[in-house]
């Protein structure tokens, strides 16, 4: 069984089939997805998926190439849109400064109040960091949040173990899979079993050997093969310990 605990499904990617893929995933033993909003709009639609389907959840959050566009009333909507019971989190949140699509003052600025607003909430946080690993670090830090994942996680081992400590999972998606993900694999191999969850991030980063076509739950075992494989463990126990991990986080 598998639990994606990141995908993007009101992507219009998916528009041409999005019914009959979702509706096939429990075929293909995915028990549970967290459909992640980047924007108020975004967080909405996740909610009306996980209104559809029972095993679809849903994060709602402002993506920091969005933020340039927030206001206040936009924290408040996403507080209300966090009473709905199938809302699990508030994401995804963070700093990206590889494209700096936003100003990075207004990033680090609506970070630390959804931050702040997730902690109020004692809901966990789904955090972007993209080129920005010490200020997201420092940040989380300084909220005194110890409740989320680092999606996609793209940061060296020492990092990983170090949000490990503070009460965090870290989340591997398909670049695991890459000939030169020397990085990610080392993270893979030294992160606690129970500190590990996976992802998609669809429809992005197919894994090997789907590199560059739309991604969907379905290929979920293939990250798991490559965290088995440096793990030294059986696929059916990656997918037991990352499935129960995502439960336990999300769901509680």
Not at 42 to 62: C, E, M, R
Not at 150 to 157: A, K, N, Q, V
Not at 187 to 201: C, F, K, M, Q, Y
Request: with cysteine; net charge negative; glycine share 6%.
């Amino acid at each position: 069984m598998y639990f994606d605990s990141h995908a993007h499904y009101d992507n219009p990617l998916y528009d041409e089939d999005r019914e009959s893929l979702l509706c096939g995933l429990p075929n293909h033993e995915v028990i549970g997805v967290i459909n992640v909003g980047y924007d108020v709009a975004s967080s909405k639609k996740a909610i009306a998926l996980a209104d559809t389907y029972p095993y679809i959840y849903a994060a709602v959050g402002v993506h920091p190439h969005d933020v340039k566009d927030m206001i206040d009333d936009d924290l408040l909507m996403l507080k209300e849109l966090s009473k709905h019971p199938k809302v699990v989190a508030i994401g995804e949140i963070g700093l990206d400064f590889h494209y700096d699509h936003s100003p990075r003052d207004l990033q680090r600025h609506w970070f630390a109040k959804q931050l702040k607003l997730a902690k109020s909430l004692n809901m966990p946080v789904s955090i972007h960091s993209r080129e920005a690993s010490k200020e997201v670090f420092n940040i989380i830090t300084e909220s005194g949040h110890t409740k989320g994942v680092l999606h996609c996680y793209s940061g060296h081992l020492p990092m990983a173990l170090d949000y490990v400590k503070m009460g965090f999972y870290i989340s591997l998606c398909g670049t695991v899979t890459y000939k030169n993900a020397v990085k990610t694999r080392e993270v893979a191999a030294g992160v606690p079993l129970n500190r590990l969850l996976i992802e998609t991030d669809a429809p992005y980063l197919s894994p090997i050997p789907f590199r560059g076509k739309r991604n969907d739950s379905t290929k979920l075992p293939h990250i798991v093969d490559a965290i088995a494989e440096v793990k030294g463990l059986s696929q059916d126990e990656v997918a037991a310990a990352t499935a129960k991990n995502a439960r336990t986080l999300f769901l509680g």
